[in-house]
């Protein structure tokens, strides 16, 4: 897994600067009650996402932001500066559902690539009650579920998608990554294209929960657990 570091590895080696060191970091949380079987939808997301379930009618969200410069006294003050400017909005809908988004300052993504692959990196804990609906768009990170009972939609441009799910519950599995490969527990029909694309996909129906899974480079892989999800809260 983890397959967005190894580019980030690649592009280190090949950059011909001085090396950079970590010079910042913020963290913050953010909460905002939902309901319990609301959508929860995750846009604009960069660097790790991981989504918990739990018991509790809420959503907590904890943001770490790191930057990584040329280790200066101007650096560390240039990038505290920085990570306090990105931001992270939790917007409620009158039906309950939440949309969290993260917006970055104007400064150019396309400059950070020629500069190192990135000079900041960000990484999300997101606890949501356990059988909420997921809707996730990952940009270059990895995205990590567990614990979440309800139907789950997540995508990612470069990274991994990891879903864990109970052993008990019946699934529709749509799963597929432009350069890579899908692995999962859960039964499928598994088709490759083009040398690098692969799929695998079940046609599971009555109550089963759904999961859209979209990776770009990169993979995706569904495993199934043993420990029973608990029922959802009454409201």
């Known amino acids: 897994m983890r397959f967005w570091k190894l580019l980030a590895c690649v592009a280190a080696l090949a950059y011909t600067g001085a090396a950079s060191q970590p010079v910042g970091l913020v963290s913050t949380t953010y909460q905002a009650g939902v309901a319990a079987s609301g959508?929860?939808?995750?846009?604009?997301?960069?660097?790790?996402?991981?989504?918990?379930?739990?018991?509790?009618?809420?959503?907590?969200?904890?943001?770490?932001?790191?930057?990584?410069?040329?280790?200066?006294?101007?650096?560390?003050?240039?990038?505290?500066?920085?990570?306090?400017?990105?931001?992270?909005?939790?917007?409620?809908?009158?039906?309950?559902?939440?949309?969290?988004?993260?917006?970055?300052?104007?400064?150019?993504?396309?400059?950070?690539?020629?500069?190192?692959?990135?000079?900041?990196?960000?990484?999300?804990?997101?606890?949501?009650?356990?059988?909420?609906?997921?809707?996730?768009?990952?940009?270059?990170?990895?995205?990590?579920?567990?614990?979440?009972?309800?139907?789950?939609?997540?995508s990612a441009h470069v990274g991994d998608v990891l879903v864990q799910v109970p052993q008990s519950a019946t699934y529709k599995l749509d799963a597929r990554c432009r350069f890579g490969t899908v692995y999962s527990d859960l039964p499928g029909t598994s088709r490759y294209a083009f040398l690098f694309g692969h799929s695998l996909r079940n046609d599971a129906s009555g109550d089963a929960h759904r999961l859209y899974l979209r990776v770009g480079a990169g993979g995706v892989s569904v495993q199934q657990v043993r420990n029973p999800l608990q029922p959802a809260a009454t409201q």
Not at 57 to 62: G, H, I, L, Q, R
Not at 71 to 90: C, F, G, H, K, T
Request: net charge positive; no cysteine.
């Open 39 to 154: 959508t929860i939808q995750v846009n604009n997301a960069y660097g790790e996402v991981n989504v918990e379930g739990w018991d509790r009618p809420n959503v907590e969200v904890t943001v770490t932001r790191s930057a990584f410069q040329r280790d200066s006294p101007q650096a560390r003050e240039a990038a505290q500066r920085y990570l306090n400017q990105i931001r992270v909005n939790m917007t409620k809908a009158a039906n309950g559902d939440l949309a969290i988004s993260t917006s970055f300052p104007s400064r150019s993504r396309v400059i950070r690539l020629f500069r190192g692959w990135g000079d900041f990196t960000l990484e999300y804990r997101i606890q949501v009650p356990r059988h909420s609906r997921l809707v996730i768009r990952e940009g270059k990170g990895d995205v990590v579920i567990t614990d979440v009972a309800g139907d789950i939609d997540a």
